[in-house]
């Protein structure tokens, strides 16, 4: 496979000169025996003699040799180098063995260059194809976790349609937490939209991924790669006889993962004791049938009630008319999997149709994937369209012009709140809810109407309450609908089309200097609308939800226009390698938003004029350009030393006039000792040290330099037009910031390569980085534009990679991942000593809020210096209101046995202490088993589901057995409560029991957190693929056919804490009542034509 | 091919150095084409009064001068008992430690300073005096900000003053003494300011009267002259008699209430309006119905609302979640009436009713010479006229028993009609009972707090010992409990 990552690199390595004697010509072309596939850049000698050429892009090659009687060489990268006698032939066709030590020689790095991976003097790790492949995840970042060593991926759940992964390399590069920066092709994918975006690729049509992780590896990407760079390399076309077709097809079922555990003693509502149904005058006929008959609060969407007993009580339903259980009693039971049967099997159908060809100085990629998911949540799905084509045409002698043109279209219906108090799901079962619901008479009342009209929910007021039962009161929802009625009738739909890609040039003047030039283009345009029907508004007590409307539009548009000279020879034992070029990138950002407020005047006509009040509007453009300079040389002797140096200047139209320009060089090298040793130390195939040093600059977002003043979009009295002041307090003396950063590093490789060690040891600083960090709003301002103080992460990584067994029937492969970092705040500013942490504002935003980097107010990302809280300047810790604590033992209230409690409390670092993953690949015969392990120790996080779940008695916990055998939720005084043990404020032990109603309501009166941090760790099997290809013999039809079985997250081997997956967390902090992960199996068939 | 590549590196040089050249010229790409570099001061002004979150969706009004005490702080209201939680009752029962105060700062005062600073520094005043004189401008933002440093102050204590707003990140807390000396000093200057040129535009409290701005401003020096009755009775009185005795008046009558109008239009209701839109977390208390009931005060019928059952039902004050059961239906207990959750409903800041009870108080502790008597009664119906009770209605109150004052029991009565006629301003109720001890409000039985008393103060934004600490440090250690809500506030003896 890794052959054709070698498309379009040049010959490091061949003495080309061309002479002028002109005896015979022979043409031909150069192929990969695995497959076919043209090979370009093969270094083509005459052995004895100075001439030689190279392939051409389509492994085509022409040669003038001396006589008839020579010999070829023909040597290539990661190809048995192979000498073939001309033997008066005029065409020679040569087809190339791969050579398995020198696989993964080379390495896509800054700006697509290629390079052999011995010169590379800092870490990179590639992943190929079939390592994405493995379960072909709709979101290729998802299918990186654990393959990389220090990249850790937080997938996000399955039932969030469409949401990609967000990767974090190293640990945490700076105070704000950015994304890496993604490149396909050379086209930077900005993740400037703020939340997590896929890839937009098929993985399919990935042919390598490369992770740059350190500003070593990205100083040439500049501002944007100082979180690391993602390059991806897409699949192109190959010269073949006939079109190669593929076709793949795979289909998934998916269900619902992890869920918290739930207590199963109690049912709903807010108080333990039975209420008694007394018919009265004036209440319904039919209530007759329930007279005497005992139920519980249904108006408190807690499970404080009473216990489960088996005897008869009223359900929710039974007030209404019109169903098999109206009027009826039900037996009041435990429901254990109530929560686990709401979400139903999600269905998602990946079929691709690729197309590859090409032929004398031409070759085409195109491919179509159609993918059709259906959600775990009812009423969600997402279809989304790729299509993908990559072409290249010889255009004469010198000149080759490419085209790369990637589009999606996508729908994603649903609505896939995962916050608190989302409607869909989790908002309720993991916060609010009732135990004793029977999830089947839920679903199969969906959309069942009370007297009223309204929808019917769970969820009403107790018939205690009042003596008009025709009144809407009775017969609404009072916080929460039938989350499947809910589902049913709100329509969330999200289009969103992404174009990005590039036009290239080049021109080549001879194998040693070339010049090329791209134009590339990323854009993204969403729309979207979303409608909640009147009949929502009517359902709901107290829910707040009005009937409305809103739509909106986004055109993200980034442009890139680059040129690039690129030199390369050799002189004696000197490879010399050069490139200049320069860039220049505009970013611009529209965006309108449209929403009806107060509900709808005609229900259920959608469109903003039927706003009620006056509806609410914002339109908003961005602009920003950065121009860039830079220049990379390298030079290496005898493929045993190699050095190497980088410098970039940027200019920002977002930084000050006078202070817009920054520059910042690297300087790398490496030793390849094992050229030295190969025979005192044959065992030892491959070993190489090296060392770099980087800088990176940075800037910020436009339009941060100075106050302005915003128009509100509404007047009061119609006349009086508002202005509202900044929050921001702009900084007109901000300069760049630049990050410094020095690693080094040892590739060893053992006994022909059958074991590898790969260690990388990284130290950065971080200084003057540009960030809006708050302030006293005592000044007038909520933000500050400041150069912040001095960050610092250091930390190693180590990858091992092995082939226990190679043989013709059965070969084992294995890479075992292993990183640890540290991200130290050492200064932030001389007054300020924490802050809480933020997001990369998005590109388009100035508004620091964006991000929600705080749960509820209860738990907040916070970076301190260690002044503040005993020295430990992690970064991002957790920080909350906690429990008092006087030599490790809690303060509690004697009297009450209430926890004390005190402000601004550390809870540690949402950092892992070290990530890895474990890839393994096996062959037998025609059967192939792929899986990958990964995981995660340490790590804080704040589950707002538990925060909750404890407070309304849902959670495990809240109906625990106590160390005196009784369940806590019994009556102190009958050997239940939950125990209680520390010292009191004047320093007396306590010890004692408080019921558990007391005892779990304090966290949420009190806002304190402790019950709700958890530690992070997790071991995964992520992904397992079990194929088998068909032996049948290649024939001029089907070549290829390809069947395998995968699952993904197919086992949680390891939770610290079982109740949420820890791999899966939507926020920084943790989790805000997400829904939960999913789990799924399928098949997959790929025919080969 | 030497020549031919040597050619081309020059060419290339000499093209890199052009672009370098000009790189970096953006001409004017960093100008924020959505918002205004200078602001027109007149429509600052106006958001100041009223204040709409910019972001906001739901159009909630949450940042005006009444909806920051009303909305913005609704546990006030709680503490002063006018009303009860019906379902989530933690404020209730003192749970809340410390709030946030960015609304008053970044937002309210960060306006007031913003117009005085644009009308003041000489190079922008020419242009906004197109809005109103400059001095006028001034005069207006002055009393405003005055007022709000002065909310602000009493529901904190020791605040960033003379160093706020000057866009220092690291401000000291001024001593409240020092603060209520210069709010006083503030009130006067900015009543001598007016000059005649054309009145502050944007003005929608009061409608570029200037000499209603005038009694509000000397209305508002009386009432912080109040405040020190129990700590510095010679300043309050000399305060307060200056200010009374001023030949502009006070507000005296209902027409010169400063009251926000607030509109129908969805983002400049009434901040109750919103408050009970689709949600039922609050009633009125059995506190306030009782004592209304006990008074027979026919405000009650305005204050709440009758239930299904024809009756006024407040709900217990400071129960727990799982007793307030009982009340889960709306129609079981009194919500607010119609006339204070009106959509239209004016947000009262200082209120004649209020002015003329204040009267009362100064005649009766011997500041003035006006009868304490007379002027109670004119405060009832004053407060009668503010809700469109009948005269009939306010002269059978007021002659009852139970109502009708004596030179003994005048301060316990101007107490009990200070919190009757204050509402549904909770702020101010709660106040003044810190200052008074008016009416005798129990603590909650349940109370969360570690005093397990009725607030006295709010705690400072949990942001400030992390943001402004060494400032933070040495303003909680001048207080008597540290920075707690049962720590008291200078004039709070």
Known sequence: MYKRLLIAFLCLFGTVSITFAQNRTITGKVTAAEDGSPLPGVNIVVKGTSRGTTTSATGDYTLNVGDNTGTLTFSFIGFKTTDVQVNNRSAINVSLESDASTLQEVVVTALGIKRDAKSISFATQSVSAEQLT????????????????????????????????????????????????????????????????????????????????????????????????????????????????????????????????????????????????????GNPQEWQALNGQRYHDYADDASWGPKFDGGDYIPWYAWYPGTPYSFKTAKYVAQPNNVRDYYGTGRSLNNSVTLRGGGQGYSIRASYTNLDQTGILPNTSLKRNYVTTSTTFDLGKHFTAGANVNFTAEKRFGNFGDDYGNYTGSGSFNQWFHRDIDMGILRELRGLRTPTGALASWNHTNPTSTTNFTSTDFNQGNYWFNPYSYSDQISYTNNRTRLFGDVNLTYKLNDHFRVQGWARRNQANTTYDNNIPTLIEQSGGQTGQKASYSTGQTQDLESNYEGLATYENR??????????????????????????????????????????????????????????????????????????????????????????????????????????????????????????????????????????????????????????????????????????????????????????????????????????????????????????????????????????????????????????????????????????????????????????????????????????????????????????????????????????????????????????????????????????????????????????????????????????????????????????????????????????????????????????????????????????????????????????????????????????????????????????????????????? | ???????????????????????????????????????????????????????????????????????????????????????????????????????????????????????????????????????????????????????????????????????????????????????????????????????????????????????????????????????DPATAKTEFTAAYTDPAGYISTNADNAALPFTDATQFRNTDNVLFDGRNDYAVSDVLVNKLKALSDPRLGIYADKTQSGDYIGIPYGLRRDTLTSFTNVSQYSRPGAKILARTAPGYIVTAAEMLLAKSEAAARGWITDDAIQAYNDAIKASFGQWGLSDAAYTTYATSAAVAATTADILTKIGDQRWIALYPNGTEAWIEWRRTGYPALKPTPFAVNPSREIPRRYGYPNTEPTLNTAAYNAAIGNLSDGDQTSSRVWWDK
Request: with cysteine; hydrophobic share 35%; glycine share 10%.
């Open chain 1, 134 to 281: 493995v379960t072909r995840q709709p979101d290729p970042a998802n299918a990186l976790a654990g393959k990389v060593a220090g990249l850790q991926v937080l997938s996000q759940s399955g039932s969030k349609l469409g949401a990609g992964a967000v990767v974090r390399i190293r640990g945490a590069a700076s105070l704000v937490d950015k994304n890496p920066l993604y490149v396909v092709d050379g086209t930077p994918l900005s993740s400037d939209s703020g939340t997590p975006g896929s890839l937009d690729l098929n993985s399919d049509d990935i042919e390598n991924i490369s992770v740059l992780k350190g500003p070593n590896a990205t100083a040439l990407y500049g501002q944007r790669g100082d979180a690391g760079v993602i390059v991806v390399t897409t699949k192109k076309g190959l010269n073949r006889k006939g079109i190669g077709i593929d076709i793949n097809s795979t289909t998934t079922f998916e269900k619902v993962n992890i869920l918290p555990k739930y207590q199963n003693e109690y049912g709903g509502g807010s108080e333990s004791t039975w209420n008694t149904y007394t018919q009265a005058p």
């Open chain 1, 571 to 1089: 002189f004696g034992d000197f490879d010399i390698s050069a490139n200049v070029g320069g860039n220049i990138r505009q970013n611009t950002l529209s965006r309108i938003q449209l929403a009806t407020s107060g509900g709808l005047f005609v229900p259920d006509l959608f469109t903003i004029a039927n706003s009620l009040g006056a509806y609410t509007q914002t339109s908003n453009r961005f602009s920003k350009t950065v121009r860039s300079v830079y220049a990379r040389a390298s030079v290496g002797w005898r493929s045993l030393v190699f050095l190497e140096v980088t410098g970039r200047n940027d200019w920002s139209s977002a930084l000050p006039v006078n202070n817009n320009s920054y520059f910042y060089p690297s300087v790398g090298g490496s030793f390849v000792f094992s050229e030295l040793t190969r025979s005192a130390l044959p065992f030892l195939s491959f070993g190489k040290i090296r060392g770099s040093w980087a800088q990176v600059g940075s800037d910020l977002n436009p339009y941060q330099l100075s106050l302005t003043y915003a128009v509100n979009q509404f007047k009061y009295g119609g006349t009086y037009s508002l202005i509202t002041t900044p929050n921001l307090l702009p900084n007109a003396n901000i300069i760049p910031s630049l990050s410094s950063a020095y690693e080094g590093g040892v590739d060893l490789r053992f006994l022909r390569d059958r074991a590898g060690l790969s260690f990388t040891y990284y130290h950065e600083n971080k200084i003057n980085e540009i960030l809006n960090v708050d302030v006293t709003s005592a000044s007038g301002y909520t933000q500050n534009v400041i150069n912040a103080g001095r960050i610092e992460r250091d930390g190693i990584e180590i990858s091992l990679t092995g082939r226990p067994v190679v043989s013709r029937d059965f070969s084992w492969d294995m890479t075992l991942n292993f990183a640890r970092n540290t991200s130290r705040i050492i200064s932030l500013t001389p007054t300020i000593h924490s802050i809480q942490a933020t997001s990369a504002v998005p590109f388009g935003s100035t508004d620091q809020s964006y991000s929600t980097n705080d749960a509820f107010n209860l738990a907040y990302v916070i970076h301190s210096d260690g002044t503040d809280n005993g020295g430990n300047n992690q970064w991002g810790q957790l920080r909350g209101v906690g429990i008092k604590y006087d030599n490790g033992r809690p303060v509690i209230d004697p009297a009450t046995g209430m926890y004390q409690f005190t402000t601004n409390q550390y809870f540690g670092s949402v950092l892992p202490n070290f990530t890895g993953g474990f890839v393994n690949s096996m062959r037998y015969k025609n059967l192939t088993l792929a899986f990958s392990i990964d995981f995660q120790q340490g790590g804080k996080y704040f589950s707002l589901s538990n925060y909750w779940g404890e407070y309304s008695g849902l959670m495990a916990q809240t109906a625990a057995t106590n160390d005196r055998g009784k369940n806590v939720r019994d009556e102190v005084a009958d050997g239940g409560g939950v125990h209680v043990q520390g010292v009191s404020p004047t320093g007396e032990a306590v010890d004692t029991y408080v019921s558990a109603y007391d005892y779990y309501h304090q966290f949420g009166n009190n806002k304190i957190i402790n019950n709700s941090v958890f530690d992070a760790s997790y071991v995964k099997l992520r992904e397992v693929s079990l194929g088998y290809n068909l032996p049948i013999k290649a024939n001029k039809f089907v070549q290829t056919v390809n069947f395998s079985v995968v699952a993904r997250n197919p086992w949680l081997i390891y939770l610290a804490n079982r109740n949420i997956d820890a791999s899966e967390l939507s926020q920084r902090f943790g989790e805000n009542g997400q829904q939960p992960g999913t789990r799924s199996l399928g098949f997959n068939v790929r025919l080969g034509f």
């Open chain 2, 1 to 231: 091919m030497t020549t031919k590549k040597n050619k081309l590196m020059a060419l290339s040089l000499v093209a890199a150095l052009g672009f370098m050249t000009s790189c970096g010229d953006f001409g004017s790409e960093n100008v924020n084409p959505n918002a205004a570099n200078t602001p027109v001061t007149s429509a600052i002004l106006t958001e100041a009064i009223t204040g709409i979150p910019s972001t906001s969706s739901t159009g909630a009004l949450t940042g005006g001068i009444a909806g920051r005490l009303t909305v913005g702080a609704t546990e006030p209201r709680l503490f002063a008992q006018y009303w009860s939680q019906t379902q989530y009752p933690e404020a209730s029962l003192y749970s809340t430690t410390y709030a946030s105060w960015t609304d008053y700062y970044a937002t309210t005062l960060q306006d007031f300073q913003t117009i005085i600073d644009y009308n003041t520094n000489e190079s922008t005043k020419a242009y906004v005096a197109q809005f109103g004189s400059n001095n006028n401008q001034i005069a207006v933002s002055r009393i405003l900000k005055a007022y709000m440093f002065w909310v602000v102050t009493d529901r904190w204590g020791d605040v960033p003053y003379f160093g706020a707003l000057k866009g220092s990140t690291q401000i000291t807390y001024d001593p409240q003494q020092a603060i209520y000396a210069d709010l006083f000093k503030e009130l006067k200057e900015a009543n001598a300011q007016f000059d005649n040129g054309a009145m502050a535009q944007g003005d929608i409290l009061y409608n570029r009267d200037a000499g209603k701005w005038k009694k509000f401003a000397n209305s508002l020096r009386m009432l912080m002259a109040l405040r020190l009755t129990k700590v």
